[in-house]
Structures are given as C-alpha cells and as structure tokens.
C-alpha cells in the first residue's frame, strides 16, 4: 500500500486506501475502449493529463505497448495512488509526472475540497487560489508546464493523443500546446464545462470557437461509434483534427 499523504487525518486514511484498492483492481472507461483503439496507435505517445488515480493511464498503456505514456498528475494525494498503481500493475511504458500543465511555465495553487471527515475529493482538484465557496479545501503549490516545453525537452518523436479532465484547465492546457497541436495534429478528448471554465477565465463558447479555429471538430461517444457535435454544451468531447 502506497504511503499515507502528509497531513492525512485518522478517519481519512481508511479512504485512502479504498481509493488505492479501486485504482488497482478496477478498470473504468471500458465503452470508450473500440474507439480509442482507432485513434492510439500501438506505438503511440500519449499524454494523459489529469491522470487522477490512474484509469485512463492503464487503459492507455495497453492500447499502446510500444509506445508511451505521460501521466501528469500534480496532486500529492492522487500521484501516491499513480505511483503505487503504476508499480504494483508493472505498466512500464507509463511515465508520471508530478506537475500541471498551462499556458505558462511556474507554479501555481492546486486547490482539492475536502468533505468534512477530512476525506479528499480528488477528483475534483482544480488549479486556482482558494475561492470563496464555504466548504474546506486542502490547497499545496505544484510546478506547472506547457507541453510545448515538456514536448521539446522530453525531445518526443511524435505525440499521437491528448486526454485532459483537468476541472477547467483546459483551454489553459492547450494553449501551451500550440506548436505541438500545428505540428502533430493529435485527437483529443477533453472534459469542457462551463462553470469550471470560468476558473481559468474561459467559458465554453469561447473554448469551442478556440478548438474549432485550430482546425478541430467536436464528436460525442454514442453507443460504440463518435458522432458530430456542432453545438457547444458541457460533456466530455473527442476533438478530431480536420
């Protein structure tokens, strides 16, 4: 079992390793299996962004055995989970990585709600100064990226696919990846909603005009098969270049 995060009350720790368990033994996201199959090539390099505990990083790991995997997540809390999911199901070609990715290099605050047995919502991390809402929040400050630098260091070959669910980050996200996006042209699925947009100053209209500006066209996944969505409205999206 991955070591309890610093700080983490009694009466936490039992979720905490629930959490773990879950990680490990389960697998989500299976329906969306078929259709990423055809846009991950087996020798693909994929950014999984917002990596959470691990779901979408095991799934891609198999859909791509020789190539790799990125797995940024900046939450201590969701990263020791990562880490130990990664070492425990041997996925080799999963690298993490503990940092954020922007529109800008430097660091900024990761704010995680906490319910009021100390347990963590980490699933709803979400990069911004504390806000105002009532409710606590366990806030640490994390290194954030662009994946245009990250790309240029890492001196990546290629980079086939994008997946982000970063609570409204987003657009923010992408932004640092205009040369990746000119110059590779990688499918995306996003998680875009409007009132988590509003966080990084972006709303959904604005997310979608950017998006489709760059040559990008929004699908929903519909029993099996990606079907056009011409209208913006909040859901999670496969963005498919033109």
């Not at 999984?48 to 891609?60: E, I, N, P, S």
């Not at 709803?124 to 366990?138: D, E, F, V, Y």
């Not at 890492?154 to 640092?176: C, H, Q, V, Y």
Request: charge should be positive.
């Amino acid at each position: 079992m991955p070591l309890f995060p610093v700080g983490l009350p009694w009466r936490a720790r039992a979720t905490y390793v629930a959490h773990a368990g879950k990680a490990v033994f389960r697998q989500h996201h299976r329906e969306l299996e078929p259709v990423l199959r055809q846009l991950v090539p087996h020798d693909g390099v994929v950014l999984d962004v917002g990596a959470h505990a691990g779901q979408f990083a095991k799934l891609f790991a198999g859909l791509a055995p020789a190539g790799h995997v990125f797995a940024f997540e900046p939450s201590g809390y969701a990263r020791s989970i990562l880490d130990f999911v990664v070492r425990v199901r041997g996925l080799r070609n999963v690298t993490v990585v503990g940092a954020g990715l922007g529109d800008a290099p430097g660091e900024l605050t990761l704010s995680t709600p906490l319910k009021a047995s100390g347990s963590v919502r980490f699933g709803l991390a979400h990069l911004q100064q504390p806000g105002t809402a009532q409710s606590a929040t366990r806030s640490e400050r994390v290194p954030v990226l662009t994946v245009d630098q990250f790309a240029a260091e890492r001196n990546l070959p290629r980079l086939s696919f994008i997946k982000a669910d970063i609570e409204g980050w987003e657009m923010r996200m992408l932004t640092g990846a205009a040369d990746v996006l000119r110059r590779w042209r990688p499918p995306l699925l996003l998680e875009l909603n409007d009132h988590h947009l509003h966080r990084a100053g972006d709303t959904l209209a604005t997310a979608w005009t950017a998006l489709r500006a760059w040559g990008y066209e929004a699908h929903v996944h519909e029993h099996g098969h990606l079907t056009p969505c011409p209208e913006p409205r909040d859901g999670d999206f496969f963005w498919l270049p033109r």
